[in-house]
């Protein structure tokens, strides 16, 4: 049994400038809450997500990396214990062309029932999308997730 | 947007929402469970609610799981709501900066 969520955004755009969005530090800071990404995107690569400052809130490894069509994220919390303590989670983002569109499906899982992990980036995950549409579609991203 | 605002004008897709929320990835029969609604028309209001991209459906082995999708309903608070916490998140950092400088 898992806790799992889908969420799906449509966005006017090209697959491979949604992948640039969802890969590169200098568009991630300016929807995700100011983090940065630090990775390669290759299968097998260490991934980690922190603050401007250095604080890592997030890790793992890159599962797959089909660019520009999907990645799967081993992923972990680092910064808080009770998070941190339920272990993997998988994260896929799948892209995929839909008429003048992108649907950009994000699908979160992790091995457990109850999980506040889950809980945890289930709120974050519909703010971090929307900005990432607008930022795309306006070229610049909501305010409130700077 | 209009499809999200019609998706959401009835009590009985309200109510189906409701229970994705509070509890996510349900088949068609879970839906149904303890409802007056028949299996009809509960498919029948899933249907609009996946048409508007407020519910998404995954195929899990041999079963159609629904989940909640917030996306569309955030873009709402944004464009509204946003603002006002603009104002907010502005007023707390001045707040922050003029505290900071009577420290010096």
Request: hydrophobic letters at 35%; one cysteine or more; proline letters at 4%.
């Amino acid at each position: 049994m898992s806790d799992k969520f889908v969420y799906v955004t449509y966005i006017k755009t090209t697959p491979e400038k949604l992948w640039d969005a969802l890969t590169k530090p200098e568009f991630t800071k300016q929807y995700w809450f100011g983090v940065t990404l630090e990775c390669d995107w290759k299968a097998g690569s260490p991934w980690k997500m922190m603050y401007d400052d250095g604080r890592v809130t997030d890790q793992g490894e890159i599962v797959e990396a089909d660019k520009p069509k999907r990645i799967v994220i081993k992923w972990r919390n680092e910064f808080m214990p009770e998070l941190k303590e339920e272990g993997w989670s998988r994260c896929e983002m799948a892209l995929e062309p839909v008429n003048d569109t992108v649907k950009l499906t994000i699908t979160h899982t992790i091995d457990k029932i109850g999980s506040k992990f889950i809980q945890a980036v289930s709120g974050g995950w519909p703010r971090i999308l929307s900005s990432l549409k607008t930022m795309l579609e306006t070229g610049a991203p909501l305010p409130s997730t700077k | 947007m209009d499809a999200v605002f019609k998706a959401l004008a009835d009590e009985s897709r309200r109510h189906l929402l409701d229970r994705l929320h509070h509890k996510n990835a349900q088949t068609l029969g879970e839906l149904c469970e303890g409802l007056s609604m028949s299996r009809q028309a509960v498919t029948k209001h899933l249907g609009i609610l996946e048409g508007a991209g407020v519910v998404v459906t995954k195929r899990q082995g041999r079963e159609k799981l629904h989940f909640i999708n917030p996306v569309p309903i955030n873009e709402i608070a944004e464009r509204w709501i946003g603002k006002f916490e603009r104002a907010r998140l502005a007023a707390l950092s001045d707040l922050k900066r003029k505290l900071e400088r009577e420290d010096k």
